[in-house]
């Protein structure tokens, strides 16, 4: 699986987006982009995952660039409750199960 | 649904003692992982099964560590003998055959002290 590149931590005002980028320059094409969150002593959280087209469920959006090299996952109005570590992930899905293997991720802290 | 449960959330031991950890995947899961989460390390991929068999114990860190999955609704991690180098907190997951979506499903973990 290709690597990925994330900041170590980053800040947010609550209420604000909070835009977590990463890089994964070798991705492959059939590798898809995941995030994943862990909120302290928790287990990680599925938050949402694609290819190459831009999705959007009821946590985030994963905004993924034409070339594929980086994605930004927006949360678009950082609560608390946000404060968490985000990681990005990139995997081959064949239908099967490659299991996910976790970088040092992003430290998020949302801020009153 | 009740989600992936783990037992012990706590366990505190002795250097030498046997460690056991215990883990229920949430029904129809077909594949379930352990995982160990450090402050240094961050969170390693120990072992994986499918259909209760193992596919991938590589990241198995030496001969004290095995694991089982006797049946679709149990599986366990034991350390023995433990040693303090093992503190760490244990998770487990579980994900159905064909999720294509790969959504893990992670228990709370099991925090394991070694003194």
């Known amino acids: 699986d290709a690597k990925t590149t994330q900041p170590t931590s980053m800040d947010c005002a609550e209420g604000r987006a909070a835009n977590l980028p990463c890089n994964h320059s070798?991705?492959?094409?059939?590798?898809?982009v995941y995030w994943y969150r862990q909120i302290h002593s928790q287990g990680p959280q599925y938050i949402i995952h694609?290819?190459?087209n831009n999705e959007t469920n009821e946590m985030a959006s994963l905004i993924i660039t034409e070339d594929r090299k980086s994605s930004t996952l927006i949360l678009p109005h950082a609560t608390l409750r946000d404060t968490a570590v985000y990681y990005c992930?990139?995997?081959?899905?064949?239908?099967?199960?490659?299991?996910?293997?976790f970088g040092k991720g992003t430290r998020l802290s949302v801020i009153a | 649904d009740a989600g992936v449960i783990q037992s012990p959330r706590h366990e505190v031991t002795e250097m030498g003692q046997e460690v056991t950890l215990r883990c229920k995947p949430i029904?129809?899961?077909?594949?379930l992982f352990w995982y160990r989460q450090t402050m240094m390390r961050g969170l390693e991929l120990l072992i994986y099964?499918?259909?209760?068999?193992?596919?991938?114990d590589s990241g198995m860190p030496e001969d004290r560590f095995s694991a089982k999955m006797p049946n679709a609704s149990f599986s366990t991690l034991k350390i023995q003998p433990s040693e303090p180098r093992d503190s760490a907190v244990y998770f487990c997951?579980?994900?159905?055959?064909?999720?294509?979506?790969?959504?893990?499903?992670f228990g709370e973990g099991s925090r394991l002290t070694v003194l």
């Open positions: 997951a579980s994900t159905p055959w064909g999720g294509l979506d790969g959504e893990l499903f």
């Open positions: 070798t991705i492959s094409g059939n590798e898809y």
């Open positions: 694609g290819l190459k």
């Open positions: 992930i990139v995997r081959v899905s064949l239908g099967g199960n490659t299991p996910l293997v």
């Open positions: 029904s129809g899961h077909d594949y």
């Open positions: 099964f499918n259909n209760n068999v193992p596919i991938d």
